[in-house]
T-cell receptor, first 112, second 113 residues
Framework: DGGITQSPKYLFRKEGQNVTLSCEQN?????MYWYRQDPGQGLRLIYYSQIVNDFQKGDIAEGYSVSREKKESFPLTVTSAQKNPTAFYLC???????????FGDGTRLSIL | RKEVEQDPGPFNVPEGATVAFNCTYSNSASQSFFWYRQDCRKEPKLLMS???SGNEDGRFTAQLNRASQYISLLIRDSKLSDSATYLC??????????????FGTGTRLLVSP
């Protein structure tokens, strides 16, 4: 089955700890995206990547980092600099141009 | 003005009703438009793309009005399972490249028995 896999489904972070959220896609899409969603709120773009080894900051990149070493993978690290990390994190990919995005089923991050 | 604006609702309708949502966008150069559905605590899922000629899929009809810069979603014969948040999504810069899509904050629909 083609799709986007996010892991883990739930993640807990301790104070001062960096955590990494995984996102893998087998759709052969060039573009990948990370969003954050707070309860009752809309999606906010954290980072996106249009091609391997390249990525751009979204609207709320502070306290986050990403890498894009392979086309299939776009991991997101939530660093200790992100003081309010509790949220629902969604990864998406897109074939580009006029095509829509497809989402993984998300990771819920909470603070211990 | 926000790039994409939606009425947050909620829209409360009885089963069997017809309900319509509108979404306005600010960039007249926008080329592609989509409606997504998001259930509580789940990821958004593509409901339908919106074409210039309109698009119909069963009980759902999406239309684009470029002159007034809005898209609409019509749901006929509402089912309880249609209860969800409906997100309007716009590609603001046209067909080339992988520019980020812009998501509306969503319209919540509650269908009651």
């Amino acid at each position: 089955d083609g799709g986007i896999t996010q892991s883990p489904k739930y993640l807990f972070r301790k104070e001062g700890q960096n955590v990494t959220l995984s996102c893998e896609q087998n759709l052969n899409h060039d573009a990948m995206y990370w969003y954050r969603q707070d309860p009752g709120q809309g999606l906010r773009l954290i980072y996106y990547s249009q091609i391997v080894n390249d990525f751009q900051k979204g609207d709320i990149a502070e306290g986050y980092s990403v890498s894009r070493e392979k086309k299939e993978s776009f991991p997101l690290t939530v660093t200790s600099a992100q003081k309010n990390p509790t949220a629902f994190y969604l990864c998406a990919s897109r074939a580009g141009g006029l095509w829509p995005q497809h989402f993984g089923d998300g990771t819920r991050l909470s603070i211990l | 003005r926000k790039e994409v604006e939606q009425d947050p609702g909620p829209f409360n309708v009885p089963e069997g009703a017809t309900v319509a949502f509108n979404c306005t966008y600010s960039n007249s150069a926008s080329q592609s438009f989509f409606w997504y559905r998001q259930d509580c605590r789940k990821e958004p899922k593509l409901l339908m793309s919106v074409y210039s000629s309109g698009n119909e899929d069963g009980r759902f009809t999406a239309q684009l009005n470029r002159a007034s810069q809005y898209i609409s979603l019509l749901i006929r014969d509402s089912k309880l399972s249609d209860s969800a948040t409906y997100l309007c999504v716009v590609n603001p810069r046209g067909a080339t490249g992988f520019q980020k899509l812009v998501f509306g904050t969503g319209t919540r629909l509650l269908v009651s028995p």
